[in-house]
């Protein structure tokens, strides 16, 4: 049987695993954090924006790897 | 002459029209728009610039880091401003220049506050095992030299193309489902034009959040990399 296609999707698909769990994880601490702290909310939502790219970063190179030109077996 | 290129210079000829307007005569007891301009502005130079570096650094780099949010905020929301319709950040060029100038500024930040004591600094972790040293400056090295421009630009791009591919994708079915379906073959499965189409208003309203969060995002993410280098101690 041959099959034939592209990996990059499935690349991009194991990669979100990780991003998603830790975009997960920074939410939900932030939720957790405001609910004890509420005066907070302001710098926790600015920190949380600021995890949420850096966690995503790891996700956007997946998309990328996309458009890296391998030459054909 | 392409699409992109006449997108920039729309939206640089706007920027430096609204911010001429802006700032041509400001009264001290002031009216709505410049309430409206007072409010972006203050909180671009408050919560990310001054908050970050600190009042005397902050006003040094201040003109650096307001350009690139502004010209960040104003090139990705094209992608969804109808008529124009693509984000040119979205193709790899813009923010290559951009992630380079912040590379730039933030190694020369560094050089000119610590000399070449600086590398040391960026590199060399306090109280860490002798052994260890040379790994850790190495992983150090990748991390600060080699990765931070490079997820600088592929963040903010991959942003743009995946959103532009998401309303493409969302409109492009709207489409197909109502006139192709609908309409040429008469199937009443076309109906299902209204999910996508609705979809893809909701992807708008993401987007145009996601535009203004990744102009945010560079702009104090370059803000704190230039922290870093200033930083006296690791």
Redesign the interface.
């Known amino acids: 049987m041959n099959v034939v296609g592209q990996l990059a999707p499935l690349a991009f698909g194991l990669a979100v695993i990780g991003s998603g769990i830790g975009v997960g994880i920074i939410v939900g601490k932030t939720i957790e954090s405001v609910a004890r702290q509420p005066e907070l909310q ?1 710098r926790l939502q ?1 920190l949380m ?2 995890g949420i ?1 850096l966690t ?2 790891l996700c ?2 997946a ?2 790897v996309a458009f890296i030109p391998f030459p054909a077996p | 002459m392409n699409r992109i290129l006449i997108i920039r210079m729309i939206i640089v000829v706007l920027l430096v029209l609204l911010f001429w307007v802006g700032t041509r005569d400001l009264k001290i007891v002031p009216k709505r728009a410049q309430v409206a301009f007072e409010f972006i502005t203050g909180f671009v130079r408050n ?1 990310i610039i001054i908050d970050t570096l600190g009042e005397k650094n902050g006003r040094r780099f201040m003109p650096l880091l307001f350009t690139i949010f502004f010209l960040t905020l104003g090139l990705n929301i094209t992608g969804v401003i109808p008529g124009l319709q693509i984000a040119s950040t979205g193709l790899i060029g813009m923010p290559i220049i951009m992630a380079v100038v912040a590379y730039v500024v933030f190694v020369y930040a560094g050089l000119k506050q610590h000399g070449l004591k600086y590398f040391k600094n960026q590199l060399i972790l306090p109280g860490v095992p002798l052994l260890l040293v040379p790994f850790l400056a190495l992983l150090e090295f990748l991390s600060t030299f080699i990765l931070r421009p ?2 600088l630009t ?2 903010l ?3 743009m ?2 959103g532009h591919m998401l309303l493409a994708l969302c409109f492009l079915a709207t489409q197909f489902f109502f006139v192709t379906v609908l309409f040429n073959q008469g199937n009443v499965i076309g109906i299902l034009g209204i999910g996508t189409f609705a979809f893809g208003i909701a992807f708008t309203l993401l987007e145009i959040f996601v535009a203004a ?2 102009a ?2 560079f702009t ?2 370059t803000a ?1 990399y230039i922290q870093f280098s200033l930083a006296d101690e690791h």
């Open positions: 302001g600015g924006f600021l790219a995503e970063a956007f190179i998309i990328a | 919560s490079i997820t592929l963040r791009t991959m942003n193309v995946a969060l990744q945010y995002v104090i993410l704190i």
